[in-house]
């Protein structure tokens, strides 16, 4: 039987977290991105980011989290979360800057072969957890238009659409985004 769990990244997860990136993106981004964009993706490069994101990171607010799955034999990281304050990447063309009180995700994927576990539940709690803890009262969320699993995915969690949208220009390609919101107070607040 195996567990799941999810803690904060450590600068030696660094390597893990760009080859589930890159393996992500080329398995589920394969219809949306020109081929030559993702075979030319370097896996050293977007560690070395990860590495900086995880000992360097901007704030105490900018977190990166994994999800690990842990066998009788082994322990696997098999996904990753990165959030923080909601900046200049969080906005829509011409939008005015967003409150201080909104996280942004900028990434949340767990590797297909380890999906329907559990592990994107888990690594969105903690970020919520993560996100209450820091003060933020809101969450906003780009979603690429032709990725219905992640679309599906944070709706079925309450996150709906705030009617942003933007186009990012992928080699002379626009790829449509919406952006989509949650509400982080607990009931009682």
């Keep these: 039987m195996a567990l799941g769990f999810v803690r904060p990244a450590r600068p030696e997860d660094a390597a893990e977290i760009a080859r589930i990136q890159l393996s992500t993106w ?3 981004y394969r219809r949306m991105f020109p081929p030559h964009v993702l075979a030319n993706l370097d ?9 900086e994101a995880i000992s360097a990171a901007p704030s105490p607010r900018h977190r990166v989290l994994i999800a690990v799955e842990q066998g009788e034999s082994q322990t696997t990281v098999v996904g990753f979360a990165g959030s923080g304050p909601a900046d200049e990447q969080a906005l829509a063309p011409g939008e005015k800057p967003l409150a201080d009180d909104v996280a942004a995700v900028t990434d949340l994927l767990i590797e297909p072969r380890w999906g329907r576990r559990g592990h994107g539940s888990r690594l969105l709690a903690a970020a919520v957890d993560n996100w209450r ?8 969320a780009w979603v690429y238009d032709a990725d219905t699993a992640m679309k599906a995915f944070l709706t079925s969690t309450g996150w709906e659409p705030d009617g942003a949208s933007r186009a990012l220009d992928v080699d002379d390609l626009l790829v449509p985004q919406a952006r989509l919101h949650v509400a982080l107070a607990l009931p009682e607040d």
Aim: no cysteine.
């Design 26 to 28: 080329r398995g589920a």
């Design 133 to 140: 803890d820091d003060g933020f009262r809101t969450a906003v």
């Design 43 to 51: 896996e050293e490069y977007l560690a070395r980011g990860w590495a």
